[in-house]
């Protein structure tokens, strides 16, 4: 019991300032309490021709538009939507963000374990900004084996509704790559924070 309490009365604090971000500022550093770990991507997601901001401090992921003053106003943060990453365990995850050329918002969630198994993976979510929200528009699951180089990889376009299922060795050349494409139904695009991302 009084291990827990030791390891709550650690993380808590990063997990409190992690959730205090600024409301706005010039750039991440501004916005990020000070001594807190965080990633960042910048682009122009809603096509005003200025370049955005989304930070990541976990366990909070927020996005702010830029004004033409050069100041970043943050629109909207999102908690607990992405796995944590607890410092020295043996199951690491690894985050990305990234704004592609197109203003779409890419979030990379990987996951590699240095014990108890030889599994490793990683996921992709794109998201568009329309509509005045954030939607899922495509994703991408690839799990591997590093015993094997045995790989899955299903992706999934929510816009043209057709998803890939690739099957292949990474190790062995001669082995031919399997690849199967199918129609998913319709449905209603998901808004960012609908839904955990996983790896």
């Excluded at 291990?3 to 971000?21: C, H, K, R």
């Excluded at 100041?71 to 607990?80: L, P, R, S, T, V």
Aim: hydrophobic fraction near 35%; glycine fraction near 8%.
């Amino acid at each position: 019991m009084k291990s827990i309490l030791l390891f709550l009365l650690m993380v808590l604090p990063t997990l409190v300032s992690a959730q205090e971000l600024a409301k706005k500022g010039r750039s991440a550093d501004e916005i990020v309490p000070q001594g807190t770990d965080y990633i960042k991507a910048e682009g122009d997601l809603n096509k005003d021709g200025l370049s955005d901001l989304v930070v990541y401090a976990q366990p909070v992921l927020a996005i702010y538009f830029a004004n033409a003053s050069g100041i970043y106003e943050q629109w909207k943060q999102y908690k607990e939507i992405l796995p944590i990453d607890e410092e020295g365990d043996d199951f690491m995850i690894d985050i990305v963000l990234t704004v592609t050329a197109r203003g779409t918002l890419m979030i990379h969630v990987g996951s590699f374990a240095s014990a108890g198994t030889s599994d490793m993976g990683h996921n992709s979510y794109v998201y568009r900004f329309q509509n005045g929200d954030f939607y899922k528009i495509g994703e991408e699951q690839h799990s591997q084996s590093r015993m094997t180089g045995e790989a899955e990889t299903i992706s999934t376009n929510y816009l043209t509704h057709k998803r890939q299922v690739l099957k292949e060795n990474v190790f062995d050349d001669t082995i031919k790559p399997k690849e199967k494409w199918t129609t998913i139904p319709k449905q209603p695009l998901k808004k960012l924070g609908e839904d955990f991302l996983e790896y």
